[in-house]
């Protein structure tokens, strides 16, 4: 058992995982005088003395853009892919009316589904529920955070349907308000591993929150409320790291380090602006397609026989139709999800070293098995649901 958790966090520290700050214990180095600012200068003492932990090994990011937006509206400002998963307002999810702001991540394949919940002590916990049939079954807490967070929210599990992002509020780990935090599940044994804190820059003395990658896209976000005015978070699009790589606090000097550390300037951390000119093209397209498809969130093309071609969602003759139809459009999205993890692929297996490459080809032979069975999955759901929706209008 031991060994088979050491593994795993050797895989989270090599695969989406990279964002996970590694320390030596706080009570053991010394307090450093801290570069004077509001922000700053407003941490406890331990929280200082976690944040001279983690500067020295803050994490080179390239930020593409940034958006000010209301704190609970920063969803709106996070362009995620449908094959990654979706966000359900809780009360919508559940069909309730509790006012809750709370939201509901769904997962891409839309079998599993993770949200935060008020307790009558006044305490979030996380939960999961898997899908079963038409439903969902019997939430399940997740103790291994709940033990040692508060305050959690906006919980994100990555396409490998292992990593899980969360903000939360951490007895120890935490530098202010709500920090990002990462946890590995262990689908074997059905627990998930010590939550970690991803560390700086994405982590701050202010309110820390929605962690959000689309690996495949290239593209991340995540929330902050740092340097904004009250009820204003800043929501930063960047290009996740496929390694994990630090600024060195020797070269740059302590007070530059912190202001990249806290994003001072997004522009400190183009590289190349040509870089930056790409990437941005790459977030304007998933905008515009995300704003085509609320604009165009009912119209389809589906060829039921030689005589009906339906062009309008509602032209469905039952909801169990419809939702055939939606889990055809799932499945279509994780195709392209897959297509496009097999193509970055391919162009790093050109580039890597032969152990590099067995590993990689490896990958390469599980996504294209799992493009089979997709396409396979696509092709009988089709038939099947022309078999059921003609049957429907025989009998209209």
Known sequence: ????????????????????????????????????????????????ALYEDMLPNTQRVFVIDSTIVDC?????????????????????????????????????????????ELGTDSITRLYMCDRLGDGWGTPRPVKEVNDDFTDISYPYMSSDGQTLYFSGVSKTEGLGRRDIYMTKYDAEEGVFMPAENIGLPFNSVADDYAFVVADADRMAWFASTRRQPEGKACVYAFVPSEQRSNYN??????????????????SDTWTNSNLRTQAMAQLNKLRDNAGKAVAEKDIIYFVVDDSHTYTNINQFRSNDTRRAYYDIVRQNNDLRSIRNKTEALRAQYHNADESGRASIGAHIAKLEKQELDTRASIKKAKQDLRRKESSLLKNR
């Open 249 to 266: 606090i020797d070269e740059l000097g302590r007070n530059r380090t912190i202001d990249l550390a806290s994003i001072k300037s997004i």
């Open 72 to 116: 609970d509206k920063v969803l709106s400002a996070i362009t995620l892919p449908k094959a990654y998963g979706t966000y359900v307002d809780y009360d919508t999810f559940f069909d309730k009316q509790t006012g809750s702001k709370q939201q509901v991540f769904v997962n891409g394949f839309g079998n599993r589904c993770y949200y935060t």
């Open 1 to 48: 058992m031991k060994t088979r958790h050491y593994i795993l966090i050797a895989l989270a520290l090599l695969s989406t995982a990279s964002y996970a700050q590694r320390r030596k214990p706080v009570a053991k180095k010394p307090v450093a005088a801290v570069k004077t600012n509001s922000e700053l200068a407003s941490m406890t003492p331990h929280a200082k």
